[in-house]
């Protein structure tokens, strides 16, 4: 089981940005393609990016491209979600999550989840 732990959420003010980290458990980090997912309230879960095993491959949700960055830190069991040019409409809790697929986009397709962080983007 890999159990994963968010950090970096807060308030920030439309413009500015916020640098999200997801910690891992598991030693075999690199057996887990790796996501990031975000809820507003009154909202479904929806994608936001994942970054492949090796972190050389990355897909995004297309509204978000350009402004939001995916990464990874294999020696760290990290991953990383940078928010550029943030709007109210970001304000959401944001979740990491794990899974065994290539490079997953679909909740079904993730078998880990974190208990989130929340972002706040005032106006």
């Known amino acids: 089981q890999v159990q994963l732990v968010e950090s970096g959420g807060g308030l920030v003010q439309a413009g500015g940005s916020r640098n999200l980290s997801c910690a891992a458990s598991r030693r075999t980090f690199t057996t887990y393609a790796m996501g990031w997912f975000r809820q507003a309230p009154g909202k479904e879960r929806e994608f936001v990016a994942s970054?492949?095993?090796?972190?050389?491959?990355?897909y995004y949700k297309d509204s978000l491209k350009g402004r939001f960055t995916i990464s990874r830190d294999n020696a760290k069991n990290t991953v990383l979600l940078q928010l550029n040019s943030l709007k109210p409409e970001d304000t959401a809790v944001y979740y990491c999550a794990a899974s065994l697929r290539a490079l997953p986009s679909m909740k079904s397709d993730y078998a880990y989840w974190g208990q989130g962080t929340q972002v706040t983007v005032s106006s």
């Open positions: 970054i492949s095993r090796s972190g050389a491959g990355t």
